[in-house]
T-cell receptor, first 115, second 114 residues
Framework: GAGVSQSPSNKVTEKGKDVELRCDPISGHTALYWYRQSLGQGLEFLIY????????KSGLPSDRFSAERTGGSVSTLTIQRTQQEDSAVYLC?????????????FGPGTRLTVL | AQSVAQPEDQVNVAEGNPLTVKCTYSVSGNPYLFWYVQYPNRGLQFLLKYITGDNLVKGSYGFEAEFNKSQTSFHLKKPSALVSDSALYFC????????????FGAGTRLFVKA
């Protein structure tokens, strides 16, 4: 069974450009999380999807950030008009149900560099 | 509000010696506590979790953690460190009030010297 996959593994972009980051969760996992890991920082929660429920977007840092999850599986995190402070590793995780007791399975991350 | 503190940015240990990576937390309800490890160029991996029951939790790779409610701590321990344990360790917490959000600490980098 494949784990969580993310693409691209690395993305270098120019300030002001839009980027899309992709996450493929483990098959059958209904919950999906996006986090941001900045240098020297812990993981910052961004957004959470659980089944067909409305996502919790409370962690998104600005309206330049958005995410969607199509068909309850693949998710795309979009950052519009990127800024240098957006440079970070973006991590995706999935869990079976999204319950408090569930272990999160993380993807390898996408390292975003905004020049 | 939930929070997690890892007071040490870095821990240095000699191979064969015991190691401790510290974590303290603050939650509204009862805590669910987790440790994850991030090896170089690899994703985060689950090590262990405390939900309820015995205060000493055993996890992967010989690690264990002790839940201390009075001190609101969940320190990660290993009796004998290996060079291969060198990695970035994250403590995380959720509570039982129905929220799903997991709060992670800033991480502690462990260096084990041969």
């Amino acid at each position: 069974g494949a784990g969580v996959s993310q693409s691209p593994s690395n993305k270098v972009t120019e300030k002001g450009k839009d980027v899309e980051l992709r996450c493929d969760p483990i098959s059958g996992h209904t919950a999906l999380y996006w986090y941001r890991q900045s240098l020297g920082q812990g993981l910052e929660f961004l957004i959470y999807f659980q089944g067909n429920s409305a996502p919790d977007k409370s962690g998104l840092p600005s309206d330049r950030f958005s995410a969607e999850r199509t068909g309850g599986s693949v998710s795309t995190l979009t950052i519009q008009r990127t800024q240098q402070e957006d440079s970070a590793v973006y991590l995706c995780a999935s869990t079976i149900r999204g319950g408090a007791l569930d272990t999160q399975y993380f993807g390898p991350g996408t390292r975003l560099t905004v020049l | 509000a939930q929070s997690v503190a890892q007071p040490e940015d870095q821990v240095n240990v000699a191979e064969g010696n015991p190691l401790t990576v510290k974590c303290t937390y603050s939650v509204s309800g009862n805590p669910y506590l987790f440790w994850y490890v991030q090896y170089p160029n690899r994703g985060l991996q689950f090590l262990l979790k405390y939900i309820t029951g015995d205060n000493l939790v055993k996890g992967s790779y010989g690690f264990e953690a002790e839940f201390n409610k009075s001190q609101t701590s969940f320190h990660l321990k290993k009796p004998s460190a290996l060079v291969s344990d060198s990695a970035l360790y994250f403590c995380a917490v959720r509570d039982d009030t129905g929220g799903f959000k997991t709060i992670f600490g800033a991480g502690t980098r462990l260096f084990v010297k041969a």
